[in-house]
Structure formats: C-alpha cells, structure tokens
C-alpha cells in the first residue's frame, strides 16, 4: 500500500517494482573459504568441490603464511626487526605443504574450468605465533598486519610464479593506503583489509585508499609478475615493514582514565614541563611565531636548546604513532624559536620587569636545572644569584656538548634572555659549596643543581694503552683542543654520549676508523636512534654484544655476549659466552658508559648521608631535608635530560614562590588565541600523511590537536560499543566537546579501546555504561545504569563505586527520590547522575523502554 500510494518520484510503483525484480534472490554467488590452521589439505580439497560442483559457487580459498616454510618466515621476521616473535616448527609441519597446495590448486582449478566456475587463493590467512604476551588465554595469538605484509607478497609471488601468473589471488595481510597502489598494479585483486580499519581513523582512511586507487589508469586483469617480484623483494628491506618504523610500543601515559572530559594530549602529559605542544603548533601553522614562542617560553626558559637537543617524549608519545609518524614537535618548536626571536625580544624589552623583593635565592650551577629555577623565580620578582665554576653558563651543553648537536647561538639566545631578566651570575667560583655560608650571606632559598660529571669507569684486567673518558673529550673537542687519537678508535657505551663521542672521534685528524661497542644490542641501547643513526650515517660501525676485558699492544679483547632474561628496567640482560673472544686493533679507547653526581660535596653539606646515594627530597618540591634548600637535575637524578631538569628547577621554583605568596606572573603576555575546528580535524583523522621535513608550516597541519577532540575509543570499536554524547546539548558545562557512554549490550570486551586509549585505562570498563538486561547489568561491575521505569517515572537502577541503588527523576531531571543519600553532596556523582538524565533525555534511542 504504501508504494502504490505515495507520490515521491522514487516510490513510483512501476520503477520500484522493478528495482525490486533486478535483485538476485541469491545472497552471493561467490565464497572464501578459511579453514584452522592444521587442516588436511584433502578436507580442503572435498569443501572446494562441494562448494563448486553441489553449489555452483565462484570459489577462493584462503591460505596461510606456513606454506613459506619455517626457514623463509623465521629469518624473514628476525631480519625485520620481529625477533621477539616466537615461531613453533610444529605449526609449519602440520599445516598444508607447498607442494601439496600447487597439486591442490592445479586439480581446483580444473575443476572450476570445467565447471565454468571462478576459482583463486586468498593470500593470506593470519599466521600463528607463541603467546608470550599473557593477554590473551590461549597458547598461541596470531600475526596480522604490517608484519604479515612482506610474508604474504612473498607468498604471492611464489604461488603466481609457479602459474606463470596464471592464478587469481585476493589479498588481505597488511594492505594500507600506502601499498595499496602497488598491490594492485601487480594484477592482484579484490583486496581486503582489516588490521587498518581497527586503528584510529581506520573507517575515514578508506576515503583516501579510494583517492589513491583512482589514480591507477587501469587494474589489470592479470598477473605482472615482473611487478610482483619487485614488490615482493622490496618488502623485505622496506622501513615501511620493519619494527624500527614504530619506534615505540604505546603511546600511553601514566594517567587514570575519567568518566568525564577526558580529552588529553598524550605529548604534554609526556613532556616533564607539560608544555602546550598542540597551542604553539597551532599558532606556528598560523605562523604566528612569537606568540607560538611566548607561549613555549611560559612553560619552558630554554626553547633554543631543547629545540635541538631535547630527547622530546612528546613525540614518543605523539598519536599519529597510530597512524603513520609523529608530529616532528621540537622542529616546529625550533621553528618557533628561530622565527619568533628577534620580534619576541623588540616586545620583552617594552615589558615592565617586576622590582626585585628582598627575597634572595642562590643557584649553584648554571646548567639547564639552575636557570630554569633562576628564570622562573625572577620572573616573579626574587633576587636572584648564579654560582657557576664554569666561565660561562649552560653547563653541560655549553661546554661539553659538540657544535654539530647545539650551536652556540641556540645556547647564547636562550641565556641571553635570562639575563635581561635581572639574574646575576657569578662566573669561576669554587665549586666545594657551602650552604651555611651562602645561608649566612642573606640567601634565604638555596636550590642545588651541580651536573653529573664524574665518570664511571670499568676495570680491565690488563691495559697498558691510551683510555680517554668522554666527558673530558667532548670538552677537550668542544673547546678545539688538539687531539691525537690515532688511526683506529673504539667508544664503549651505548648512550647520547657514546653517540657523541664516537661521532666527534671521527673528526678528529689521522682517525680512519671509529666503533661504538655496546654489550647489549641496538634494540636496547638507551641513546636516542636519530643520534644512533646520525653516527652510522657518519661512518661510525656499530659492533654489538661485545663487552671489553683487555687494552694492550694496540689491542682490544672484548668478549662476547648473548641476551638473557629481561631486567627491571625492560631491557633484556647478557650473560658472557665462554671461551668466545674477538679483538680490534685500536689506538685510543673512549669510555662513554656513564656519570655520577659528586656525593662528597653533598655529604659535606648534611644532604647525604655516609653510604647513601639517594638524597631523600619531598617529592612535590625537591625540597631536602634542610629547610628552604632544594635540589634538582643530575644532582638529585643522577644523569638526566635537559627537559628533566628543566622541571625540577621548575618544581622548586614555584614551591619556593608559594612560600612566598607569589604567583609567578610578572610579564603581560600577548593576547593571541588558539583557534581549533572540529570539522577541519575530522577531514585529517583518516589520513596517513607523510612527515613534511622541509615545510614546517604543512607540518604542523599533521597535529591531531587530541586535547581538543580524541574519540580513538569509538572510531577504533568494531561493535560501536562506544557512543558520543555531544556535550553541546548537555545542561551539564563540560570541558570537552563530547563525552563517551558505553554500551554493554554492544561489546564483546575485546579491549581494542584500551589499546588505543591514550590513558592506562579501558573505556570499556571506565566509562558510564548503560546496560539493557538486569542480568548485565549484574553481570558486570562497570559503573553504570539501567532503566526501570519509563511510563509514569523515569527509574534508574544505578552502579556507583561499588555501590548499589535506584534513582527517580522528575520530568525536569530533578530527583524525585534517591537511594544514595550519603553521596548526595558528592560533586563527581551528581555529574554521574545528572549524566544519565540528560542522556536518557537527547538519546532516548539508546534505551530499551520498560
């Protein structure tokens, strides 16, 4: 009745009946078949027939990595970076053979002409590991994605060489936007993913997967096994497939998920100084540079030097790791620094400083710790003084760090501008410290930030040879003293330093060869990889798994090593392999394994006991345990990162500042604003977009800006378990744009969500779930609702912290009646509460009426 009757063009009775005619009563007149691992080949064989001659069915059937042979996967795998990844033989030998599945296709394929039937491979199935993750129960998981790619184009092209490309092949095992050109210009198709649709913007990438196929003149028909091959060979040194491409295993920070406006930017939870990294990206895409740079310098004194040499866990924990490659975040702060200066500068000096207290503090070391300190604590008007041993401040980067790291303008600005803050300094002083006399000279605060300078060392059992400490030669190199060193040098260590060392080694005169010997491998060395990569781009060699025991005679015995157990620390331990050496011929040997703090001046100042070699601090304000004294950086450390102490001279300065009754804000700022569109993020959440080395300002268009807009929890749930609640049509004033409900109903807690989940949380389990069945909602312990009445009063049955209860609420969201009178002036449970009305109100949909 209804399509005779209506009188909208496309329900015209005629046209829609024979839409309805062109519809195959057929569901698909085409079948993949997938069968476990382990299933014999002629079982496989009798369901193709079946499926071809009994239901005239086009027939593909999918087929697994094993028939690669345990050698080719193994070797493939641990040359990519994959070693981890434990294989069992047993699984190749009980799965179906290569030569077992030719003879299997030949006859199907037959069989299929014969019967003018389609017949193919799917390549390929997941492939299955040892368990040794402890995720999931059972004994083995199972390899799918970027590191099933190059074992299933290998697997195609073997099979399609041994058809002479004549053989169909469906694909699926690690297609992406980025090969998914490549993939079809070999003739492969139809191409299947899925891996990629359960990351964060997998659903929006496959707008730009239809982009890049639209690009192919034409998808050939056939096979081009030239191009196969190509592809096939490619992948096995392709970046794109190794392990080293994600150089991080989780973004997460160690954060508790809220119920509630939960939007977190994962690089300035990271950074120690908790800079607003998507602010100043935003304003250096609107090349807005000296507000992106007043912006940095409100959190951070020194954006020249942590510009260059920053060890930036920003961009660790950076979300485009999720997609492709992190924002490169110090460039573009660097980029600020660089562009936004000298403008900034013209601006600070029409800036009123603040008129000094009578309130004196006194730094002892001008490195990065101390004039973070100074730079704040002057900021807010306290006289400040700087006793340095050195000639000049910067300590470690100013005068051990090589040039080709940090320039010395980079340095020369950022201290620069300290200065015109009104801290004093006092160059060349003795560096045996006193607090009593410093004390008894009028300084009321005292904050510690003396560098780890003394060496480690390591003994040998026999050395009669020319053995430098790194520090010493950095500084020596660093100051263009004349160095020999001669034609062979060996650094050992595996940290910046080593990098540093071996890389400033090499351009020394007479030096021809430079090693870095490390006892552990590259994947556990605790120097960052772009400065690894920088040596070996400079000819250093890196030699692994050594350890030394002898310098002589121009000679280096060094023992060698294999990996252990794994520490406390993650890194994987070594044990001695006995009786197996192997020596260099070396001229100087260059120890980089390490610093440690001075423990005699800090004893000698009550800081430390006899024995100790921690200083026992309050841990909220590094003040010690002698009143108004504080201590940071290596001091309280031991070796640390720039942006490390940069937050310890922080930390104490604002603890000192609160003592004072201070705030801290002495210089107007200028009025500029971060202007975000949700619209314009959504057009780049599915994106993979290549890291833009040379245009910065395209760059900074990759910011994902998660502090703004996040939702990974339900672009990345299969069951769109997870559901937005616009804030916009709240009663409730929320920071966040949206906020997330789960839905039990929905989910199989397959923990996608908290893989992708920014915080050590699970929004499956965190968020306000709503249920749909009492026996769920008893089922779970998840802090959420289910409703009771709708007819006469609206009724929740409602979980909060464990506990238990029923709710009415009028027809305005007032509460009518409450079973948790003693949380009744709890703020976060009448959010919670509150919550659940207004959801029920704006998405009844989601409810199951009583």
């Known amino acids: 009745g209804f399509v005779k009757n209506s009188n909208r063009p496309l329900f015209k ?22 069968t476990m691992h382990g299933c014999p080949p002629d079982e496989i064989e009798r369901i193709v027939t079946y499926l071809v001659t009994e239901k005239n069915l086009h027939t593909y059937v999918k087929l697994n990595p ?131 649709l359960l990351k964060p ?92 740079l007043e912006l940095i310098y409100s959190e951070n004194p020194l954006p020249h030097i942590t510009g260059y040499i920053c060890d930036h866990q920003c961009q660790v924990h950076c979300t485009r790791w999720d997609y492709d490659e992190p924002v490169l975040i110090r460039e573009l702060k660097k980029e600020a620094a660089l562009k936004g200066y000298d403008d900034y500068v013209k601006i600070f000096e029409t800036y009123k400083l603040p008129e000094l207290q009578d309130t004196r503090a006194a730094i002892i070391g001008a490195g990065p710790s101390g004039l973070s300190a100074a730079y704040f604590l002057v900021k807010a008007g306290i006289d400040v003084t700087v006793f340095e041993k050195e000639k000049s401040a910067g300590g470690i980067v100013n005068n051990v760090l090589p040039k080709f790291r940090l320039p010395q303008d980079a340095i020369d600005k950022d201290i620069e501008l300290i200065k015109k803050l009104g801290v004093k300094f006092k160059f060349g002083v003795d560096d045996n410290f006193a607090i009593d006399t410093l004390k008894n000279s009028g300084y009321e605060y005292i904050y510690i930030s003396i ?41 050992i260590g595996g940290g910046n330093s080593a990098m540093d060392g071996a890389r400033a080694a090499k351009r020394i005169g007479g030096v021809e060869n430079v090693f870095i010997i490390y006892r552990r491998t590259k994947k556990y060395m605790p120097a960052d990889l772009e400065e690894f990569d920088e040596a070996i781009s400079e000819g250093v060699i890196f030699r692994e798994l050594l350890s030394p025991v002898k310098f002589n005679d121009g000679n280096l015995t ?27 011929q070396i001229d100087t040997l260059i120890s980089a394994i390490g610093e440690q703090v001075d423990f005699n001046i ?73 202007n975000r569109n949700e619209s314009d993020l959504n057009k780049i959440k599915g994106l993979t977009i290549p890291v833009q080395k040379d245009d910065l300002t395209a760059e900074s268009t990759r910011c994902l800006h998660c502090d703004f807009i996040c939702n990974k929890c339900v672009e990345v749930c299969p069951n769109r378990a997870n559901v937005l609640i616009d804030s916009k049509v709240l009663s409730i004033q929320y920071k966040d744009i949206y906020q997330v409900l789960h839905i039990d109903g929905l989910c199989n807690e397959c923990g996608n969500c908290e893989t992708f989940c920014p915080y050590e949380g699970s929004p499956y389990f965190d968020k306000p779930t709503l249920f749909w069945s009492d026996q769920d909602f008893s089922n779970s312990s998840n802090d959420g609702f289910i ?37 009744s002036s709890s703020v976060e449970f009448i959010s919670f509460i509150k919550f659940i009305f207004e959801v029920y109100n704006n998405y009844s949909y989601l409810f199951v009426k009583t």
């Open 451 to 491: 560098g780890a300078e003394k060496p480690n060392t390591f003994e040998l059992e026999e050395e009669d040879e020319k053995i430098l400490n790194a520090i010493e030669f950095l500084r020596r190199f660093r100051n263009n003293e004349k160095i020999k060193l001669g034609k062979n040098v060996a650094v």
């Open 602 to 674: 800090l004893r000698k100042n009550n800081l430390l006991n006899e024995g100790d070699s921690k200083i026992h601090t309050n841990e909220s304000t590094n003040e010690t345990n002698i009143k108004n004294v504080f201590i940071g950086g290596d001091a309280l450390r031991g070796p640390s990162t720039v942006v490390e102490a940069i937050a310890d001279g922080r930390k104490a300065a604002e603890a000192i500042l609160e003592k004072e009754n201070l705030n801290g804000k002495l210089l107007q700022q200028s009025e500029y604003r971060v």
């Open 201 to 292: 913007g997998g659903y929006f990438r496959f707008k730009q997967i239809a982009d890049k196929t639209s690009e192919l003149d034409h998808i050939s028909e056939s096979l081009n096994l030239e191009a196969l091959k190509e592809l096939a060979d490619n992948s096995l040194n392709d970046l794109e497939y190794k392990k080293d491409k994600r150089e991080v295993e989780s973004i997460k920070v160690p954060v508790s998920l809220t119920k509630f406006d939960c939007y977190i930017a994962p690089c300035r939870q990271a950074c120690p100084i908790h800079q607003d990294v998507a602010g100043y990206i935003k304003l250096v895409e609107e090349k807005k540079y000296v507000e992106a």
């Open 66 to 196: 094993t028939l690669l042979g345990y050698n080719f996967v193994n070797e493939t795998l641990n040359t990519l970076g994959y070693d981890y990844i434990e294989l069992n033989p047993e699984s190749f030998n009980n799965d179906l053979q290569f030569s077992d599945a030719v003879a299997m296709i030949k006859r199907l394929k037959s069989l299929a002409d014969e019967k003018d039937r389609s017949f193919g491979v799917k390549l390929s199935n997941t492939l299955g590991v040892a368990n040794n993750k402890k995720v999931l129960p059972d004994k083995e998981m199972y390899l799918s994605g970027r590191s099933l790619f190059p074992l299933t184009i290998n697997l195609a092209y073997k099979l399609a060489s041994e058809f002479n490309g004549e053989l169909d092949i469906s694909f699926s095992g690690g297609a992406v936007a980025a090969n998914i050109k490549e993939i079809l210009n070999t003739g492969i198709q139809p191409v299947t993913m899925v891996t990629d």
């Open 787 to 823: 409703l009771v009445s709708s007819s006469e009063t609206i009724s929740f049955k409602i979980r909060y912290n464990s506990q238990e209860g029923t709710i009415t609420y009028n027809e305005d969201g007032s509460i009518y009646s409450s079973s948790f009178k003693e949380l």
């Open 558 to 584: 060094l023992q060698k090593m294999k990996l252990s157990d794994f520490g406390s620390d993650g890194r994987r331990k070594v044990i001695t392999l006995e009786n197996e050496y192997e020596t260099l």
């Open 13 to 34: 009775a005629g046209n829609f009946l024979n839409l309805i005619n062109n519809i195959s009563p057929n569901i698909s007149n085409s079948v993949t078949l997938s």
